[in-house]
């Protein structure tokens, strides 16, 4: 089946979209080819691959890859297959290694990809493929970059600078780090792994979706405040209480939070007011941070609270609790969620145990505020395979966004800019080759 550009441009309307973008699995395979590898992809965190040997493994779209670390330093992104039968190289998600050994044939690759050795070798003399040839070598994805220890990379030459990608959106991440004493990030052990069954952009458009809160989020959130102040009262600290209770804040709460937009799909909420400001202090964090910074500069640093950036298509940061989450699709019905957790270097042990605290009650699937969302995500996936409408609705505050001076585009909290934005992107991702077959996508 060919899908022309035209057909596609037909699914997104400035007000609402198509419902197949979300159930048609032909639509799900050119995703994957033009958008997952098609532009700038979240691999990893340096910290990930610290030393020298040091390597992941993961996927861009539909293509397995190993981020690892070579012996001059480097972080390099390597397709996981072997060069010669193009067997997977490695299945261990984890781990360091001085060399790559194929388990097929054994040959032996550097952390670089370079070939260092072939078994009896002298049967490739005269072939073509002999020393001097690249095609011994593993080989690099089109391109990686990292921007302050974020390493995002790219399968298409046909890229933007990375920078230039992330453009005001990439201020979420130097708050993150700056939030470090030593204006550095680490990437600890272990990882939130779910999956879920639906559609990844439910995912993706949930994270800034700020008026689904208050009902969704109404059984946990509402509930665990409800007990606590009959269990304890109000003016015991409970810190777990501190992270549920601001999900059910109310309309104006969260309308007065604002998100943001940017080109590329980017944005982020939080403007305004923010569900993370009111936590209580750790002053020994205070005072680590005006050591390195200065009262008026950290000051600075902690004005900003955002609730969820998101660089589309597949990272989402919380720079006021150093974690991430990953979105990995599947299948059009699909998509594993994995969160990563940071810890702020120089800063108190504490930091780290509220960032675990938080993941746990909102991003665990067996806990309480994740359960809600995926609830929902299951009942959109299943809701949109009926015919009642072909369409689903964006229009909300349409035409009353604000241009903000750094590029961004500034809107009320509940506004559907957010959905408008990133299905700009998807549709400017989508069409930006020509017509395709796809079966060919696949």
């Not at 057909?7 to 033009?34: C, N």
């Not at 054994?106 to 990809?113: A, H, I, M, P, R």
Request: charged share 25%; with cysteine.
């Amino acid at each position: 089946m060919l899908v022309t550009n035209e057909q596609l441009d037909g699914l997104v309307r400035a007000d609402e979209v198509h419902r197949s973008v979300y159930v048609d699995p032909a639509i799900f395979d050119l995703e994957m080819k033009r958008i997952f590898e098609g532009t700038w992809i979240f691999v990893g965190h340096d910290s990930q691959v610290a030393k020298p040997g040091d390597f992941i493994t993961t996927m861009i779209g539909r293509q397995s890859v190993i981020m690892t670390r070579s012996k001059g330093g480097q972080v390099h992104v390597l397709y996981n297959r072997c060069a010669h039968k193009g067997a997977e190289l490695t299945s261990e998600r984890e781990g360091n290694t001085k060399t790559f050994r194929c388990g097929y044939h054994g040959w032996v690759f550097g952390n670089d990809g370079t070939c260092m050795h072939i078994p009896a070798e002298p049967g490739y003399d005269d072939t073509g493929f002999g020393p001097d040839s690249c095609k011994r070598n593993l080989q690099s994805v089109a391109k990686v970059d990292i921007y302050r220890g974020f390493v995002f990379a790219s399968l298409s030459e046909d890229v933007p600078p990375l920078t230039e990608w992330l453009g005001g959106a990439a201020t979420s991440i130097d708050n993150m780090v700056d939030r470090s004493p030593e204006g550095e990030l680490e990437c600890v052990k272990g990882v939130l792994r779910y999956r879920h069954d639906s559609n990844w952009k439910f995912f993706v458009e949930n994270l800034n979706d700020l008026l689904h809160a208050v009902v969704a989020h109404n059984s946990s959130s509402f509930t665990a405040r409800r007990v606590a102040k009959q269990e304890v009262g109000e003016d015991v600290v409970i810190p777990a209480i501190e992270i549920l209770a601001p999900f059910t804040s109310g309309y104006s709460f969260f309308d007065q939070m604002g998100v943001m937009t940017y080109p590329n799909g980017h944005s982020f909420s939080g403007t305004g007011k923010s569900i993370h400001a009111a936590y209580s202090d750790i002053p020994d964090y205070q005072n680590a941070m005006e050591a390195a910074y200065g009262e008026e500069r950290t000051k600075e640093i902690f004005s900003t609270n955002r609730h969820n950036t998101v660089y589309y298509p597949s990272l989402t940061i919380k720079g006021a609790i150093q974690a991430i989450r990953v979105v990995r699709p599947i299948s059009v019905n699909e998509t594993v969620i994995e969160t990563y957790h940071l810890r702020l270097k120089g800063a108190p042990e504490q930091l780290l145990k509220r960032t675990i605290l938080y993941s746990n009650l909102i991003n665990s699937s067996a806990m309480l505020v994740g359960p809600d969302d995926a609830e929902q995500y299951r009942r959109m996936q299943k809701g949109l395979m009926t015919q009642a409408n072909d369409w689903v609705s964006m229009h909300r505050y349409l035409g009353r966004e604000e241009e903000d001076k750094d590029g961004g585009t500034q809107a009320i909290g509940s506004s559907d800019i957010v959905f408008r934005n990133q299905f700009k992107e998807w549709l400017r991702l989508m069409t930006k080759g020509s017509d395709a077959s796809l079966e060919d996508a696949a």
